[in-house]
């Protein structure tokens, strides 16, 4: 194949990929509805939220205030004197 030719035809397969990208395509817009969720109380569970929850804490357990989705939160002694935190967090179902 002649020198000259072989250029244009790698010209060609470089420039002609380029041309047949540049297809500008138009703007388009997006309306997405917002999300509702529901906001999360912090100084515990709201009121009558876990009516059917009761325990009896077991011995050497300190209970600790309940926060966020927690509906009851306690500390223990662990192995080797560690400190162990169990919380209570009710699913649905």
Known sequence: MHPRLRRLLLLLSAVLPV???????????????K???????????????????DWTVP????EQ?????RAGSFLAKG??????????VPLAG
Request: aromatic share 4%; glycine share 16%; with cysteine.
């Open 59 to 62: 011995k050497g357990w300190a």
């Open 35 to 53: 999300e509702v969720v529901m906001p999360m109380t912090m100084g515990g569970p709201a009121a009558g939220a876990h009516p059917n929850i």
């Open 65 to 69: 205030p309940a926060s966020g989705m």
């Open 79 to 88: 192995r080797e004197g560690t400190t162990v935190e169990i919380t209570v």
């Open 19 to 33: 041309i047949a990208g540049c297809k500008k395509g138009e703007i388009e817009v997006y309306r997405v509805p």
